[in-house]
């Protein structure tokens, strides 16, 4: 061992100044690791920070606020037009007691707030009086926004068909959104989305009518084959003066559409001398008679009637040229 030691001496009197140099390359590489971890450090705190910068932001934008409610205003694009006012009357008198126990979520615009959800308690709170109410404010596109008013109709349930359609068809024409896409959006299949959008086929009308709820959905969608406007307001007519259900309306449009598709029957050119019995009968009698003729020189006589009186003197004018 005392052999290699000095073995060692020798070589680093050989090299002048090898230790050294090992020395500074050791000290260059901690101090390299050094500055990188202070690099990591610093970049990790700006993360940090403008994590939290980005959360505190949120939080306040998230803060439930109150506001006049003057400044508050309806959604121009909410899909519901038509509000139970008994509802509303109901749901003022809750808060007369309770208060706004939901804060509203508004989107602010220039000098005022927007409804996103929560335009029945908007309306319920005007007629309660109330002259300030809790708010959260958020941004959103158009898109979200009718999505969301859209979204809170229907998770309530309340949302008449004809609304809901044509909140899907705004979202079609002026978003671009495909009907997969709604679905998607609303949680519900494309086949509903499809079945609902369909309603806006009907006349005008009859949309109303649904609208009104004086008519069901079911009710509208069973007019849809009848391609005739006019005959689909007829039958809503019906429905709403005779109590029809969903099934009669079923079998008579069936009845319609079975009859449209069978071929006019051809009539055959009457003879002169069936004609003339055809007048002559018609004078004897003194009601209208008409004969329908068949092949083989077969045929049938048929005499309309008004009334039991008028069957009865027919009758009594055959016996008496019987007899």
Do not use: C
């Amino acid at each position: 061992m005392a052999v290699k030691k000095g073995l060692g001496r020798g070589l680093d009197m050989l090299i002048p100044g090898s230790s050294n140099t090992e020395e500074k390359v050791e000290d260059t590489q901690k101090q390299q690791k050094i500055k990188e971890r202070k690099t990591a450090n610093k970049e990790k705190q700006e993360k940090t920070s403008a994590k939290n910068k980005k959360e505190k932001e949120v939080e306040n934008l998230e803060d439930i606020i109150e506001v006049d409610i003057a400044k508050i205003e309806p959604n121009r694009n909410q899909p519901r037009t038509s509000f139970d006012e008994d509802a509303i009357d109901e749901l003022s008198e809750s808060i007369k007691q309770y208060g706004v126990l939901q804060p509203l979520i508004v989107q602010k615009r220039n000098g005022y707030y927007e409804i996103v959800a929560g335009e029945r308690r908007w309306r319920a709170s005007k007629k309660a009086n109330l002259k300030k109410l809790p708010v959260i404010v958020r941004n959103y596109e158009e898109q979200e926004r009718l999505k969301i008013s859209l979204i809170e109709n229907i998770q309530r349930e309340d949302l008449n068909a004809i609304e809901e359609a044509k909140a899907y068809e705004q979202l079609k024409n002026e978003y671009g959104l495909k009907q997969d896409e709604i679905a998607a959006s609303v949680s519900k299949s494309r086949t509903a989305i499809t079945n609902t959008m369909r309603l806006l086929k009907l006349d005008s009308r009859v949309q109303k009518m649904i609208l009104e709820n004086l008519i069901s959905s079911g009710h509208g969608r069973t007019l849809l084959p009848l391609e005739d406007k006019e005959l689909q307001y007829e039958l809503a007519l019906r429905i709403l003066d005779e109590n029809l259900s969903v099934r009669d309306i079923e079998k008579l449009v069936k009845s319609i559409l079975k009859a449209k598709d069978q071929p006019p029957k051809e009539e055959v050119e009457k003879d002169e001398m069936v004609t003339f019995f055809e007048n002559r009968m018609k004078e004897i009698i003194g009601s209208k008679v008409t004969i329908k003729e068949k092949k083989n020189n077969k045929g049938k006589i048929e005499i309309e009637y008004y009334s039991k009186d008028e069957l009865q003197r027919i009758i009594d004018l055959i016996q008496s040229i019987h007899y």
